[in-house]
């Protein structure tokens, strides 16, 4: 079972925003569904829109909706936020409508503990707010130590005293998770992981930008969503029998090109499965410039490291 929270404000009595409710309608629709359409995250959107009338995230609707997701048992419950966000000499907090001086929302330190606290086996917190990075500091209030059970990982749009930005219609940080679930962050199993997107999103930010932070007390590293592999799976499996010994190499002639006056159809294959790999640079040819050129000059191809990374995978039965 795998719950999520995508929260969006734009409907404020003070400094109305743009794009949160997109941020979190996007959120919703790039994770309730793996990307060949199959079930991935139970979604509940909580959006508040501009012009919408009464106040639909308060403090204490917003503090119940948190407690309902890290409450009960699960794979994994997700948190996002898109909104508001600030600081004073207590803590960092969520914004919510109804704020005021020294009540201006849900406390971070208070998502934190719920966090902590949960029943879900693995939590996922995605912030994209001004001063986001505050969650997982200390307190100014508390002499205790910042504490993240296993199992927890955190992505923010900035740090804690860094403002977070809007663009094209929603916040930047948000735009990116999104793009790195939908595949830009997938590996060549197709698999998503939040330390994938957190250096997608870092990747494309500059140096002046903001600077999204990662804070994770992992063990294994969590799917939270799979795409199309770039590569068969099939042809992955299959390297350990393409390459018996990951360090040596593959002896080629013109036997594999289907052009050449030899061609072997065991070897044509073998051959079309050898340039898939290429193309991902997983192969390369050996004193050659492309595949075609070394097997008709009867050279070799080779193993990369990220080839011998996943021949390794295959060995192991782990694809």
Known sequence: MRRALCVGVDQYGFGPLNGCVNDAQRMTAVLEKQQDGSPNFDCKTLVAPQGGG????TCSILSDHLERLFKDPADV???????????NNLDGYLVTQDAKKYSEGVAMSHVLKLANESKAREVVILLDCCFSGQLGNLPAVDNTKVFLREGISILTAGRGNQVSVEAGGGGVF??????????????LLGAVSA?????????????????????????????LRCCKPPIDRGILRKLPTLFPLPAEELPLDPSYEPTSATADAANVARMRELQALARLHLVVPVDAP????????????????????YWRLAKDNRI
């Open 54 to 57: 009464d106040d639909i995230v």
């Open 77 to 87: 419950a997700l948190f996002h936020f898109s909104g508001h966000g600030t600081i």
């Open 174 to 187: 948000t735009s990116l998770v999104v793009d790195a679930l939908d595949g830009g962050a997938a590996n």
């Open 195 to 223: 330390p994938a997107i957190y250096a997608y999103v870092e990747a494309a930010l500059g140096a002046w930008d903001q600077r999204p932070l990662f804070k994770s007390h992992v063990s294994s590293v969590l799917e």
């Open 290 to 309: 492309h595949m075609y050129d070394a097997a008709m000059r009867s050279a070799a191809c080779q193993l990369t490291p990220s080839g011998r990374y």
